[in-house]
């Protein structure tokens, strides 16, 4: 997916706050996981929000290895595997699963959501809770919107026009890079599919995998926050 753009994400969402994510994410983990201690990240991209987390040990997945390679020089005490976050198995169960910049936007179909959720579900330990970053909301969709966003770090450049399209409930972001290493300039193209979701078939599927949950806004982002968890237990209103 990010076959093109991997060595300049970075510097791409430079501007992301990834520090201030971290730290709401934080106040969210001392509420619903007061006891938690391990993080496993899913579609963890370079590692950026884990580096955030030095109290905590980390895991993380991805689909990407070039993202996975970055990720384990920023974290070297940390875990990171390339992997699938809807079938994937690892040794261990975590405290906090969090998913987050709308990675699981890039699960296609109810089916393939249901089987990622079933897989978080394995590695979640007792007591502990899910974050879910989700992507737009179809009501919330601009067709045909194009963005750019430009970077620059010491040897590397970027500048990128991601245009927006819609075939059903399905989004296509197609990325036109211009990268630059040192003096070398080069064109890339990126397409990436994400599924549109409203918040009822959200919570639907959360449903069917058995998971609790609650929708929190105003707190994380503007696409709002999951927090899904097994078993019966109270909400916890931040």
Request: proline share 2%.
């Amino acid at each position: 997916m990010f076959s093109e753009s991997a060595e300049y994400y970075d510097l791409i969402y430079g501007k992301k706050d990834y520090r201030a994510e971290a730290e709401t994410l934080r106040q969210l983990f001392r509420i619903y996981v007061p006891q938690a201690r391990s993080i496993l990240d899913l579609g963890c991209g370079t590692g950026e929000h884990l580096r955030f987390f030095p109290e905590y040990k980390v895991t993380g997945i991805d689909l990407d290895p070039k993202l996975v390679g970055i990720a384990r020089k920023k974290r070297l005490d940390g875990s990171f595997h390339v992997a699938n976050m809807k079938q994937f198995q690892l040794s261990a169960k975590f405290d906090v699963l969090i998913c987050l910049f709308s990675s699981i936007g890039y699960l296609l179909t109810d089916e393939a959501i249901l089987a990622a959720l079933a897989c978080f579900k394995a590695h979640l330990a007792l007591g502990g809770a899910i974050f879910i970053e989700p992507f737009i909301e179809r009501r919330a969709w601009i067709n045909g919107r194009v963005d750019i966003v430009t970077g620059e770090g010491e040897q590397r450049k970027v500048c990128r026009m991601m245009r927006g399209d819609r075939q059903g409930d399905l989004s296509i972001l197609t990325g036109h890079y211009l990268l630059a290493d040192g003096t070398k300039i080069r064109y890339a193209e990126e397409r990436h599919e994400l599924l549109l979701l409203d918040q009822s078939q959200w919570q639907d599927l959360f449903r069917k995998a058995g998971l609790g949950v609650e929708y929190l806004t105003g707190q994380f982002s503007s696409r709002g926050l999951y927090v899904a968890w097994e078993g019966d237990r109270v909400q916890a209103r931040p």
